[in-house]
T-cell receptor, first 116, second 112 residues
């Protein structure tokens, strides 16, 4: 079974703090993703990575950065947390795009972040 | 730009009944893939079903099936013999490459 784990289920931080959200997958997947999930807005892609040290911006990268130093780990960083970053954050991983098309994404349990 | 629209924010169905969740999308691409994902309360999101756009035949996975209408850009999910465990948020998603575009979700409640 593919397992994607996230460092915290719930997190409360203060405005201006630097926040690290960690994601680890155990299936040697090349692709990893960070999404933000908000009611009525669905899932929106923040950043993704298709290889170690490689990253690309998604649809809403402002206020976030990422790090992928090892294949299994993908970190999301909020440099200076703000209240509008209060949300559910989902990490996902998948095999690379091949001739068979995009593969299934495997999701972590999510981190519900509250910024006060 | 591609978009995915789920026009039903919430639905309910009686146990053992059939329910259909709607999804429409917009794209100018010809080769793409469509997905339905399920997010049970407080649990991880999992894939329900996947459809390749070049395939005419609708995908089926046990009690879950899709009605894929390429010309109409419609991709609905039918759940037959609904079970209490089907209660979840359902997301429709589109992908032409490695990026997914998700709809806003439909919250389905199965009633005993």
């Amino acid at each position: 079974d593919v397992k994607v784990t996230q460092s915290s289920r719930y997190l409360v931080k203060r405005t201006g703090e630097k926040v690290f959200l960690e994601c680890v997958q155990d299936m040697d997947h090349e692709n990893m993703f960070w999404y933000r999930q908000d009611p009525g807005l669905g899932l929106r892609l923040i950043y993704f990575s298709y290889d170690v040290k490689m990253k690309e911006k998604g649809d809403i990268p402002e206020g976030y950065s990422v790090s992928r130093e090892k294949k299994e780990r993908f970190s999301l960083i909020l440099e200076s947390a703000s209240t509008n970053q209060t949300s559910m954050y989902l990490c996902a991983s998948s095999l690379p795009l091949l001739a068979g098309g995009p593969h299934e994404q495997y999701f972590g349990p999510g981190t519900r972040l509250t910024v006060t | 730009a591609q978009t995915v629209t789920q026009s039903q924010p919430e639905m309910s169905v009686q146990e053992a009944e059939t329910v259909t969740l709607s999804c429409t999308y917009d794209t100018s691409e010809n080769n793409y893939y469509l997905f339905w994902y399920k997010q049970p309360p407080s649990r991880q999101m999992i894939l329900v079903i996947r459809q390749e756009a070049y395939k005419q035949q609708n995908a089926t996975e046990n009690r879950f099936s899709v009605n894929f209408q390429k010309a109409a850009k419609s991709f609905s999910l039918k759940i037959s013999d609904s079970q209490l465990g089907d209660t979840a948020m359902y997301f429709c998603a589109f992908s032409g490459t490695y990026k997914y575009i998700f709809g806003t979700g439909t919250r389905l409640k199965v009633l005993a």
